[in-house]
C-alpha cells in the first residue's frame, strides 16, 4: 500500500517560510497530488493540488504565498510557504489521488493516500 510522508513542519514568526516535503513510497509519476491543512475546530481544507502533467491550483486565498511542486524522480512533493501568519496555524496533510492524473479538485474523497501530517505553528 503506498504511503505518504510529510516532513518540514515547524515554529516560525509571522513573516517567515517553510518547506514542506511529502515523500511517497511508490512512484508518483501518473498521480494527482494535493496540500490540505486543518486546524482544530475547522474543516480540513485545501491549500493546492499538482497534477501529473505539472499543471497546478491553488485555493485563492494561498495565492501569491504558498507554491506547490513536485520532483517525481524523488517521488517528492513539495509546499513552500512564504509570508507565513498565525492564521497559517495548522496541520498540513499530503493526498495523492491514484484514481486521477489532474483534476481541478480539493474534494477529500478523489484522494486515496493521506500522510500522518505535519504541524505548522506561526507566532505573531
Known amino acids: 500500500q503506498l504511503q505518504l510522508l510529510e516532513s518540514g513542519g515547524g515554529s516560525v514568526q509571522a513573516g517567515g517560510s517553510l518547506r514542506l516535503s511529502c515523500a511517497s513510497s511508490?512512484?508518483?509519476?501518473?498521480?494527482?497530488m494535493c496540500w490540505f491543512r486543518q486546524a482544530p475546530g475547522n474543516e480540513r481544507e485545501g491549500i493546492a493540488s499538482?497534477?501529473?502533467?505539472?499543471?497546478?491550483t491553488y485555493t485563492d486565498s494561498m495565492k501569491g504565498r504558498f507554491t506547490i511542486s513536485r520532483d517525481n524522480a524523488k517521488k517528492t512533493q513539495y509546499l513552500q510557504m512564504n509570508g507565513l501568519k498565525p492564521e497559517d496555524s495548522a496541520m498540513y496533510y499530503c493526498?495523492?489521488?491514484?484514481?486521477?492524473?489532474?483534476?481541478?479538485?480539493?474534494?477529500?474523497?478523489?484522494?486515496?493516500?493521506w500522510g500522518q501530517g505535519t504541524q505548522v505553528t506561526v507566532s505573531s
Open positions: 511508490e512512484d508518483i509519476y501518473s498521480y494527482l
Open positions: 499538482i497534477g501529473a502533467d505539472g499543471s497546478t
Open positions: 493526498a495523492l489521488s491514484q484514481r486521477y492524473y489532474m483534476k481541478d479538485t480539493f474534494s477529500a474523497a478523489d484522494f486515496d493516500s
